[in-house]
Every structure is written in structure tokens, then in C-alpha cells.
């Protein structure tokens, strides 16, 4: 980050010596997490080792703000320990995690251009995925628009390029070719309502494939009961060119029992394929992906679930219960899932011949402390009891230990700021 580090000097003395009334500010972020995978993901087999590993997250923010102007740039850095040797000479572990304008065109109206993230709601289909080191972020332009003291619109657009070309706009990598979505929300007193579209296009060999998201969720405090409700709807084609018709439903609700204790009830239900048609091109993908949310919030930590996998398969029905301790500088949560596929799931060579639908259970465990305002430590632990049809759909072998096991530093200094 050596570069990261010259960058910074010029760009706080150029603000300090031409600028003194805008306001400034320069953060930082430092977050070693140390891992112990033994069926993280997918089942551990019975000849396979156990990971370990430590990896690390450094970030270097900052923001300018003057009038009609809000300027952010996020330079990151991510990376296993020992993963680049100590006498290299190249590194291609930092990147530009977001680099944005914002441009206020009036009270009510702005036009954010360039690398950012997008957090919506409870980041079930747009979201930042914080827990991963690298995290994410979208390049696109979002105009933003607030309608009312209560109300709001944003409307995004993508459109992505391996780099400048001369003819032709075949995308190849690992990710949508455009998108486009529109949210709209709506605050009252004790309720809040929100509306998504959203329109993604994945390249094809022939051409471009569209599928729409549509749907919104439902916020409420109901007496002492925090209540929330989702449904969406996916329709037009996957990425293979199959046709697409998937739900989503979720609902909870959160009780305060104590000023430090509180717990939630809910569920969640992704709609899924039979697995013998998970792989014929010519059947319809009933299977719902969640797109672009911070998934490891909500399946359990052990990311069995539609973080970088489970997309086009049987779906889930996740039945939960939620806890929180937290009082002073302490912090304790537990959660417990469970897990069913709503696809039929067949018998290995035998598509006649059903299996459970049940996945397996698991238990989340999280502990943490608040050094001070800027310095905080997190550990967990996580532990699956899985079925064998978790072993079907998996692989592995489910009658081995699976756990899991981190710990997490976390700072985050404030450099500078005027």
C-alpha cells in the first residue's frame, strides 16, 4: 500500500492548502480474521483435512465534502497471510474498493457516478457482503431522489466491459452484463414499506438473457413486536437461456424481553428445482437466487447457502430462531436453523426413488467485545448436524464433525478530519 500511502499525503496536503472550508475526512480499517474450516460450505469428507488460515482486510477512506459535492474513494487491500512472498517484487493484492462522485443537483436530487456499494433494506437482494474481506461493489450510475421527508427513489444503471474494444459487447466474465433496478421506500410512524425491480441481464453465447426481480418488504412495530415481511418474484430467462419462474417469502418477528436480551422467530423460503431437472437445459428454473445480497447474514454462518453456491438447485426452507445478549462493551448471540430443500431430491442413480427433504440443523455462536469506540474482537463458532441429503446435494461425508471456528480483530481509526 505504498502507493495508497504517497496518494493520501498529496491529497490531505492539496485539501489543507486550496480548500480549508470543505469538509475532509481520511478513515481507516485494519481486520485480521483468523479460521478454522472443517466443513465450511460444503461437507468435509472422511480422508480430507481440516483449514486454517488468517487472512486480512486493510482500507484506506476518503471523503471529501464541499456544497453540491461529495467525493469517496475506498482503497483496499486483501489478503491470506503469506500468500505473496516476502521479497517479491509485484503484489496484486490491492485493489480500488469503491471510487464515486456525487453531485447534488438540488435539494432533493443526486447523480452518484462510479465504484460503489449498494446496501438496501436488510441486504437480502442488494447488499455490500461486509463479512467478506473483499467485499462488494457495483460500478454504475444511481440517481437518487427523495421525494418527501418520508419517502424515497433511487434508480441504478450497469452496463460492464472486460475493457475498450472496437466492435462488439460479448462479456465473458464472472458477472452480469448490465442491470438496472428501481427502489422506491415509504416511512410512517411505526411502519415502513419498500419496493424493488429489478432487471438483470447475463451474456449468453448468442446473446444477452434478461430475468426480473420484483417484489418489496414489509416493516412494522406492532405493540413490543418488530415485525418484517418479503416476497419477490423472478420471471424471464437464467442464464443458460432456461425460462424462470421462482419465489421468495420470509417473515420474522423480534421481541425485547429486556432492555440487553432480545430474540426473533422466522423463516425463510427460496423456491427450488427437482434436482433430476437441475441440470436439463430444456426444464423450467424454478430455483430463486437471492442476486447481489449479503447471504452469510442469513443461512447460517457456515455459508451452505447461496454464498458463491446453491444457485440453481432446490431452493431452502429455513426455519430460525434468533438471540442477542449485549450490555456494556459485551456482545452475545446465538442462532439456530433449520434446513429443508423444496426441490424433490432423488436417490444417486435412482431419480424414482425420493429422499428427505430435511438438510440438517445448524448453531451459530458469536461472541464480542468493544475495546473502545475504534477497536473491537469478535470470535465465533458454528457447528452443522447434517443429513444425508445434505450429502447428496453437497457431497462430502455427513456423519464427520462439521464446525467452524474464527476470530476477528477489527479496527478502525479515524486519521484525520476537520
Known amino acids: 500500500m505504498k502507493t495508497a500511502g504517497r496518494f493520501a499525503a498529496v491529497f490531505i496536503l492539496t485539501i489543507l492548502v486550496l480548500n480549508t472550508s470543505a469538509q475532509f475526512s481520511l478513515t481507516g480499517e485494519l481486520r485480521p480474521r483468523a479460521e478454522y474450516r472443517n466443513g465450511f460450505s460444503s461437507l468435509i469428507g472422511e480422508d480430507e483435512e481440516a483449514a486454517f488460515f488468517i487472512s486480512q482486510r ?13 467525493f469517496f474513494v475506498s482503497l483496499q487491500d486483501v489478503r491470506v497471510w503469506g500468500e505473496v512472498p516476502q521479497l517479491t517484487r509485484s503484489d496484486v493484492n490491492s485493489s480500488i474498493h469503491e471510487a464515486w462522485g ?21 441486504a437480502r ?14 460500478d454504475l450510475a444511481l440517481l437518487k431522489w427523495n421525494t418527501s421527508d418520508r419517502s424515497q427513489f433511487h434508480a441504478g444503471f450497469a452496463f460492464n466491459q472486460e475493457g475498450e474494444r472496437r466492435v ?36 449468453g453465447l448468442e446473446k444477452t438473457h434478461f430475468s426480473q426481480t420484483t417484489g418489496g418488504r414489509l416493516t412494522s412495530k406492532l405493540a413490543a413486536i418488530d415485525f418484517s415481511a418479503s416476497a419477490f418474484a423472478q420471471t424471464g430467462r437464467d442464464a443458460i437461456d432456461r425460462k424462470l419462474s421462482a419465489f421468495y417469502l420470509a417473515a420474522e418477528g423480534g421481541y425485547n424481553f429486556s432492555e440487553n436480551f432480545k430474540g426473533a422467530l422466522g423463516f425463510e423460503f427460496l423456491s427450488g428445482t427437482d434436482l433430476v431437472e437441475t441440470s436439463d437445459p430444456n426444464a423450467t428454473n424454478r430455483s430463486f437466487n437471492p442476486l447481489y445480497g449479503t447471504n452469510h447474514a442469513f443461512n447460517g454462518h457456515m455459508d451452505y447457502f447461496y454464498v458463491g453456491n446453491h444457485i440453481n438447485n432446490v431452493g431452502l426452507i429455513n426455519p430460525y430462531i434468533t438471540t442477542q445478549y449485549a450490555k456494556d462493551q459485551f456482545l452475545l448471540q446465538g442462532n ?29 455462536l458469536i461472541l464480542g467485545y468493544n475495546i473502545s469506540p475504534n477497536a473491537s474482537i469478535r470470535g465465533g463458532y458454528s457447528h452443522l448436524f447434517a443429513s444425508e441429503t445434505m450429502e447428496r446435494i453437497k457431497g462430502g461425508d455427513h456423519t464427520q464433525l462439521q464446525n467452524w471456528m474464527w476470530v476477528m480483530v477489527i479496527l478502525k481509526p479515524t486519521l484525520f478530519s476537520n
Open 58 to 70: 486493510s482500507r484506506l477512506n476518503f471523503r471529501y465534502d464541499k456544497e453540491e459535492l461529495t
Open 102 to 122: 456525487e453531485l447534488r443537483l438540488s435539494p432533493d436530487v443526486a447523480l452518484r457516478l462510479g465504484r460503489q456499494e449498494l446496501v438496501y433494506d436488510n
Open 125 to 138: 437482494m442488494l447488499g455490500n457482503v461486509d463479512w467478506a474481506q473483499q467485499g462488494r461493489s457495483h
Open 168 to 203: 462488439s459487447t460479448f462479456y465473458t466474465l464472472n458477472n452480469y452484463k448490465t442491470m438496472q433496478f428501481l427502489w422506491f421506500n415509504q416511512r410512517w410512524d411505526q411502519t415502513g414499506l419498500s419496493l424493488l425491480f429489478l432487471n438483470n441481464g447475463m451474456q
Open 336 to 364: 439456530l436453523h433449520m434446513f429443508f430443500a423444496d426441490g424433490v431430491v432423488h436417490e444417486a442413480g435412482n431419480p424414482e426413488t425420493k429422499m428427505s427433504a430435511y438438510l440438517g440443523t445448524e448453531i451459530d
